[in-house]
């Protein structure tokens, strides 16, 4: 008996899993071949420039949160449905990552720039409490949660730099 690979899974059982699934793949950048959370980071980069240039760093934060939310049901149903813990196809976490770390970015490319790519670092590395949080949380808490805590350290870097003048 040959197992077989599924790689995009079949979600006829409802709706809701259907909805879940295109979000918590963020409309298909989880389907990259490689590196699907960088692709992620960069599919949340759009509705950063939305938020942000129509509402502001406030709209930016409302934004991450609303995300993060909707990613932890998303990302929980489409988890459950592949029967993996933290599938890696799921990258609505780094786009709730992405944008509550641009919140503490200053507008303009080299604030975007610094921001994505230390966003990257910290989702990566996954420092106390992002580790805790991936490995201890369940469903979707703990899918979304780690790259939140990852944020945290990204916005508080950016922060320290602004504060510094290294980043304006």
């Not at 409802?14 to 960088?38: E, H, K, N």
């Not at 990302?75 to 993996?84: D, N, P």
């Not at 609505?92 to 770390?101: N, S, Y």
């Not at 805590?149 to 504060?163: D, E, H, N, T």
Request: charged share 15%.
């Amino acid at each position: 008996m040959t197992a077989s690979v599924v790689t995009e899974p079949e979600f006829r059982s409802s709706r809701a899993d259907a909805i879940a699934y295109v979000l918590s793949i963020w409309f298909g950048c989880g389907l990259v071949p490689r590196a699907p959370g960088t692709a992620g980071s960069v599919g949340a980069l759009p509705l950063y420039w939305l938020l942000v240039r129509s509402a502001g760093t406030g709209g930016v934060l409302v934004g991450a949160m609303v995300v993060t939310v909707v990613g932890i049901w998303s990302s929980h149903r489409t988890a459950r449905s592949l029967g993996q813990k933290d599938p890696q196809i799921v990258c609505i976490d780094e786009v709730a990552g992405v944008l509550f770390t641009l919140a503490a970015a200053p507008v303009g490319a080299a604030g975007t720039i610094a921001g994505f790519v230390l966003f990257r670092l910290f989702d990566q590395l996954k420092p106390w409490p992002a580790r805790a949080a991936e490995r201890k949380l369940p469903g979707g808490w703990g899918i979304m949660l780690d790259d939140v805590f990852a944020a945290a350290w990204a916005a508080g870097v950016l922060l320290l730099a602004r504060r510094l003048g290294f980043l304006a």
